[in-house]
């Protein structure tokens, strides 16, 4: 599940649950139709509320990375738990991202 917030050229998805095969598709859909549809400088992914996620997590952080950066805009990554941040950074998010655990309010 994933709830956006768009506050002036910040859009921020607070996603939730679980993230996997099966859900990636919908939150992909919604995160782009908000990127597609704002004056964007700054997209913030927040983990803070996700139980669970499977490779289908990276896969969305990497795409909503492209769609962020074809508007000119940057990703942060924010909320990770101690786990999913560890595999995000396995996986080089931090690369690509601002990655930190903790709430995206902070950033």
Do not use: C, P, Q, W
């Not at 939730?16 to 964007?40: F, M, P, Q, W, Y």
């Amino acid at each position: 599940m994933v709830k956006i917030d768009v506050t002036g050229e910040v859009v921020t998805a607070f996603l939730s649950g679980e993230i996997d095969h099966h859900t990636a598709a919908g939150i992909r859909k919604e995160i782009d139709a908000a990127v597609e549809n704002s004056v964007l400088t700054l997209l913030v992914l927040d983990f803070s509320g996700v139980t669970f996620m499977d490779s289908s997590g990276i896969g969305l952080v990497m795409g909503r990375y492209a769609a962020a950066r074809k508007k000119g805009a940057v990703l942060h990554v924010s909320g990770a738990s101690e786990t999913l941040y560890k595999v995000m950074r396995l996986a080089g998010i931090e690369r690509l991202a601002r990655l930190e655990k903790g709430d995206a309010t902070k950033l």
